[in-house]
């Protein structure tokens, strides 16, 4: 599901977690509503903070607000490190990870990035991660950390930067849906069912002008959104959330769903 609203193009790519995406136009008025919290991350990279945690609730756009931040990391030249779901989280791993950013070419001041989205594979980690491992990274290496708890992993505020993500204001949702082409008389309903979330508001527009390109990236959970709009329904979506994870089966006992499964192909493992 998209998780932010940004205006696709027409073009396939791959995201820093591997999965088939959309690429994001450029960033010159294409990012919607997340502009004073992108200037602000970037300002906090720039001025040398090395704790950097990103807190909001599921679907209000962590993951996009990080790959706008790489977006940027790119155009400066700046070193980073996507930490990938695929990637073991253990000392050794983060630690290599570490090194070969320290030892990336270019000046030695230069900033190195560190993005790790879900701090949750990690909290078997956390002591040692905040006691050891932050401890030891040079000063030239921010870690960004977007996780779903207000609460940064580390103690005291003096150590690091913390944002907050709200969902969207009305302005900006109603902005986004212009850009993703929904008609108008369709959009005072998207947002008064979306309250602000743009996963929600994305899943919607997918659903009322989907692209040519995004309509093969409409998964069953952005489907699922759409047809449980419910006042209960919506609260029932908002508990969800604080959930770690929300896979579709979760979802379908939520709400005792009865849509029929797909059939597994032969050979093949859910």
Known sequence: MTS???????????SPRGRASLTLAPPEGAFVGRDRELGELVAAVTSGARRIWIAAASGVGKTELLGQLVGRCRERGWRYHWLARHEPTTPATLRAIADELIRAPGPSDRRRVLVIDDFARLRALEPWFVERFLPM??????????????????????????????????????????????????????????????????????????????????????????QHDTDDHRLAIAVLAAARTTPYELLELAFDARAPRATPTPGCRG
């Open 137 to 226: 990274l040079p000063a030239e290496l921010s870690v960004v950390i977007a996780d779903r708890s207000a609460a940064p992993a580390w103690i005291t505020a003096a150590e690091g930067v913390a944002l907050a993500l709200a969902p969207l204001a009305e302005a900006d949702a109603r902005r986004y849906l212009a850009l993703r082409g929904v008609a108008d008389d369709c959009r005072a309903e998207i947002i008064a069912a979306a309250d602000g979330i743009p996963a929600i508001l994305a899943a919607a527009a997918d659903a009322a002008a989907p692209p040519p390109a995004a309509r093969a990236f409409i998964d069953p959970g952005a489907r699922f959104y759409l």
């Open 4 to 14: 932010a609203c940004a205006t696709p193009v027409a073009q396939e790519a791959r």
